[in-house]
């Protein structure tokens, strides 16, 4: 069964400091693909980033940063500099070719203090 | 380019009624899922439509079911409706790719109230 963990309920921070989120997942299969989104309070989610299992590469996009690694089946999400705006729920997500359904973590509720 | 739609966008209902919920595809995109997001709880899986035809479910009873319409858009109906259904509903749409897969896009949900 396919599981994500994300044990940071709630995390605060000032506005400009660096905040990881992180995520852990389980999987039995060999093909599967990590995925973040961000829910705003308006409720829709935004998809942020998607990565397979082939590519462990660490992927940058402004001031988020994506670290994968498959030795301790994590997939953890870094913003630089945060800012007010970026204050949201984010959730981790995994999905296997088979089954095609997104399994989500609980998400971390993130709140950026000016 | 229009994304995902979903109608209504609140609704009230009490025990045992039924409801419809609705939702209409990103463009280009064939496949609609359907999410359940109680509060302070990711999405939970439902059901998952291509060709007009349930292709996944979750972990869900037979009170949920849906449909796809040819034009891909896809409607949710729950039966004998409980006050543990009150939740965001979720819709997510995305083009299906064999041997592969596509990142799904969400709409922004219908918040179901059950009183």
């Known amino acids: 069964a396919q599981k994500v963990t994300q044990a940071q309920t709630e995390i605060s921070v000032v506005e400009k400091e660096d905040v990881t989120l992180d995520c852990v997942y389980e999987?039995?299969?060999?093909?599967?693909?990590l995925f973040w989104y961000k829910q705003p309070p308006s409720g829709e989610l935004v998809f942020l980033i998607r990565?397979?299992?082939?590519?462990?590469q660490n992927e940058i996009s402004g001031r988020y940063s994506w670290n994968f690694q498959k030795s301790t089946s994590s997939f953890n999400f870094t913003i630089t500099a945060s800012q007010v705006v970026d204050s949201a729920v984010y959730f981790c997500?995994?999905?296997?070719?088979?089954?095609?359904?997104?399994?989500f973590g609980s998400g971390t509720r993130l709140q950026v203090q000016p | 380019d229009a994304g995902v739609t979903q109608s209504p966008t609140h609704l009230i209902k009490t025990r045992g009624q039924q409801v419809t919920l609705r939702c209409s595809p990103k463009?280009?995109?064939?496949?609609v899922s359907w999410y359940q997001q109680a509060l302070g709880q990711g999405p939970q899986f439902i059901f998952q439509?291509?060709?007009?035809?349930?292709?996944q479910r979750g972990n869900f009873p037979d009170r949920f079911s849906g449909h796809q319409f040819p034009n891909y858009s896809s409607e949710l109906n729950v039966n004998a409706l409980l006050l543990g259904d009150s939740a965001l509903y979720l819709c997510?749409?995305?083009?299906?790719?064999?041997?592969?897969?596509?990142?799904?896009?969400f709409g922004p949900g219908t918040r179901l109230t059950v009183l």
């Open positions: 997510a749409s995305s083009l299906y790719q064999r041997g592969s897969y596509n990142e799904q896009f």
């Open positions: 999987t039995r299969d060999t093909t599967y693909y």
């Open positions: 990565r397979n299992s082939f590519d462990e």
């Open positions: 997500a995994l999905i296997d070719t088979g089954r095609r359904a997104l399994t």
């Open positions: 463009s280009g995109h064939d496949t």
């Open positions: 439509y291509y060709e007009e035809e349930e292709r």
